[in-house]
């Protein structure tokens, strides 16, 4: 494989032309839009309509004039076309944590006589936590299901109320077949949760499809929502007149402006919002999400899908001669879209190659992660990263006490 083969697919990539709608730095390899993407154009002009023309020209007013108030519903719509959602049942707000919050309770509240929650034990920190949190607080118990070596059916029966889980795996990439594991769920009587933190805008998903039950995400990984960006709450068309989400604040009240003593859940998915709109946050999500314009998802997937196999072919070929393994899953319909190398000196190797304008990021305790991002990630990307992984082992680079000193955010 020579990088002319690499270019040669760049030349054929029918979405080659999407990675102008990026304001992406020159000469930077960026490998990380699974842990925050990159800048779409016309972001930072939207902010300053935003802080100018609306916030300080319009004041309070912007709230209808400007759709401030409308901005869930807005960007809710936009990302159903990617989640492969029905229309009305996708809002945001609040961080990913918080939405998971509230639909594992509106979940467990939907199977009222049962007391277990079901989770993987390798879940990204958070979804463990807040699980934890909530089976405290509902007087629940958690039962850990370890895919890799039991199937689904072995820890489900008629006490389970929810299963959490994550669709792709934030460490390795593993991902789950949506459809089948939200089947096996109702077989048994309980709802699905999905996290699709590392799923939405890089792989395809299809809520309506699988009939999941509930859904969260963050928007700023591959949605591109900017740091802290907020998180979106799905719930089926089934469940929108039913569920009750804990966090009962006056925006996903019925008539917020009518001021009632008491509460009384809006009829549609703004029930799950909570408090006032973070207004400059949504507004970049919104414009961010116009860089899915036009862009079909199967074809996100399919390009995502082979730039990760380049990625296998270039480490067998390069990399494995230094003893360091790609942790990928080999099957297509269990792979996400991103990478790992796993190597004692992850920590060093990562930081090496962001000395070389290759940026991944590092997952305790032997991981590099490296993520695809279809909108923007090159064939030749992937290439000169390979090379630039190879030549830092070569030279011992990720050894150096310079690549070893830990910073606070890995
Ligand atoms: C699977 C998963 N869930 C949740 C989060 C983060 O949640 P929050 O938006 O609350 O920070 C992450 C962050 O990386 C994640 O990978």
Redesign the pocket.
Known sequence: MERTDAEALDRDDPLARLRDRFDLPDGLIYLDGN?LGPLPRGVAERVGRLVGAEWRDDLITSWNAHGWYDLPATVGAKLERLLGAEPGTVTVGD??????FKLLVAGARLRPDRRVVVTEPG??P??SYVIDGVARLLGLSVRWWSASSEPLSDVLDDDVAVVSL?H?D?RLGRMHDGAAVTRAVHDAGAVVLW?L??SAGAVAVDLAGWAADLA???G??YLNGGP?AP?FGYVAPRWLGVVEQPITGWFGHATPFALERDYRPADGVRRLLSGTTPVIGTAVLDTALDAFDGVAMADVRRKSLALTDLFLTLAAERLASFGVEAEVPRDHAARGSQLCLRLPEAYGFVQALVARRVVGDFREPDLARFGVAPLYTRFADVYDAVEHMAAVLAAGEHRRPENVARAAVT
Do not use: M
Request: hydrophobic share 25%.
């Open positions: 842990s961080s990913t944590s918080v939405q998971l879940n990204f958070t979804d994550c792709v934030y996290d933190c590392h969260v995400g963050c700023y990984k802290g998180a």
